[in-house]
């Protein structure tokens, strides 16, 4: 930092991409009032915030309030944010440390503080910004009661900061799923990262993970930042010791921790998951689901002899959830190729649609207009097994009962969420709950797509298994 009349210079060095995200974004966007970021340990979630925080402070006089749930956490957890945050950007001159505070130099104030109960969210007039930190850990009304309170002259926005630990969490429930969220400008280096705005553009949420942060990956080129290869190695150990506390912890999303009366139960990500990749010299193998929402489901496997695998979905969603969107992305993804394609999914989309010309089906679609030049052999049940029946024998395979391999790429996420989560009906089908799409206003069934795509290709890649299984189970009626 060199300062001369006043003026500050930073190198960009000094900064991970959220920080600039965020600072762009409340210099560019005059109605945003909530900054959102949650996602994997180690992300520089609250280090960007706090270094904002620091140079709005001594460029405009701006304080803040940083809040942790309870105080006994604050000095171990923000105060050293803040104290990182003041020395990464050359600050350490115009910011003095005391034990729940630090002043700067111009009179701008960063206040540090627990909120052990919601009174303390009402006395906030005054400052600018306010960050919750973990806001999964804090009640929604102190939330609310924040964000009622938090006024004044000159700009006053609210950031939170939380891992994806639940579904289930009113930050989730009440939070984030209340607003219509659009696509911004704005990009992060992992793939599993974005940022979105909200349709009323008051709120902006980012995803992120260490992928993110040049002091876990280094920079692009090289030239700054750090690789922490011990931290990352650690990282990929969990991913194979414990997949649900890899995807919350590192990948930073939503995790199931709400566990039990699940369809697949003996589907364990721990053991069920690998990192099979497409393989040139073995037919690709597609199989779907008709319905539209939340996306059209194709999923893609390999297989040889009794082993199968799973290496790829495609599950785009509106305005892109139409077959010809779907199919298209798919032979972008795996170009040409002299070896058959087999085709799976549900016997009655063979069934003639009205809105369709005569003769025209969901599958002859598939087959003979998006993949015309290609060798499709369209391999179908006669009658579907019932929803039961198949899944007892697809969690006899994951349990091992069997003399059959199966495991899904860890990169297919929406296979293994739905894995995780879609629950047994009473009569032993799959309870496929419905919820509202809030950009749409649709209604659909959230879980249960992806394992159906994986259903009808199991049991007829592997019919003589499954035909002996069924025999063994005569009392499963077909339906």
Aim: net charge positive; charged share 30%; with cysteine.
């Amino acid at each position: 930092m060199k300062t001369n009349n006043a003026k500050i210079r930073y190198s960009r060095k000094w900064f991970n991409p959220a920080f600039f995200i965020i600072e762009d974004a409340i210099k560019e966007i005059p109605e945003l009032r909530r900054v959102l970021i949650y996602g994997g340990k180690s992300s520089s979630k609250t280090i960007s915030i706090c270094q904002y925080l620091a140079k709005s402070g001594i460029e405009r006089g701006e304080s803040s309030i940083l809040f942790r749930k309870e105080s006994a956490r604050v000095k171990t957890t923000i105060k050293k944010s803040f104290e990182l945050a003041i020395k990464t950007t050359r600050l350490q001159n115009a910011w003095k440390k005391y034990d729940r505070m630090f002043k700067c130099i111009n009179g701008a104030e960063a206040i540090l503080t627990g909120l052990d109960d919601d009174e303390k969210a009402k006395g906030v007039e005054g400052y600018s910004y306010l960050l919750f930190d973990e806001l999964n850990q804090f009640d929604k009304s102190e939330w609310d009661q924040a964000n009622l309170s938090l006024r004044g002259f000159g700009r006053n926005i609210l950031f939170a900061t939380w891992n994806p630990v639940s579904k289930k969490s009113w930050v989730k429930t009440k939070l984030q799923d209340t607003y219509v969220w659009k696509k911004t400008k704005y990009k992060l280096p992992s793939e599993d990262s974005f940022v979105k705005l909200s349709e009323d553009k008051t709120t902006l949420l980012i995803k992120t993970n260490y992928k993110d942060n040049y002091w876990v990956v280094g920079s692009p080129d090289g030239t700054y930042g750090y690789r922490d290869e011990n931290l990352i190695q650690e990282y990929e150990a969990l991913k194979l010791k414990n997949y649900n506390l890899y995807k919350i912890n590192v990948l930073g999303n939503y995790g199931n921790t709400q566990k039990g009366g699940e369809f697949y139960k003996e589907f364990d990500a721990n053991k069920h998951l690998c990192d099979k990749k497409y393989d040139p010299e073995l037919p690709l193998h597609i199989s779907f689901d008709e319905n539209v929402n939340p996306y059209v489901s194709l999923s893609i496997y390999q297989a040889k002899g009794d082993s199968a695998w799973k290496i790829d979905e495609i599950t785009l969603k509106y305005p892109r959830n139409t077959l010809k969107d779907t199919m298209q992305k798919f032979v972008k993804r795996y170009g040409k190729t002299n070896l058959p394609i087999y085709v799976y999914g549900d016997r009655t989309s063979l069934k003639s649609d009205s809105k369709l010309e005569r003769g025209v089906n969901f599958f002859t679609l598939v087959t003979n207009k998006y993949l015309n030049g290609y060798r499709t052999v369209l391999r179908l049940p006669r009658q579907n097994p019932s929803v039961y029946l198949r899944g007892m024998f697809i969690n006899d395979i994951l349990a091992g009962e069997l003399p059959i391999s199966y495991c899904i790429n860890s990169k297919c996420e929406n296979t293994i969420e739905d894995y995780e989560n879609v629950k047994e009906a009473s009569d032993g089908t799959k309870q496929k709950n419905k919820v509202k799409d809030k950009a749409t206003g649709i209604t659909y069934e959230e879980y249960g797509h992806l394992t159906d795509t994986d259903d009808y290709f199991l049991c007829e890649y592997f019919k003589d298994q499954f035909k002996s299984y069924q025999k063994k189970s005569k009392k499963f009626a077909f339906r």
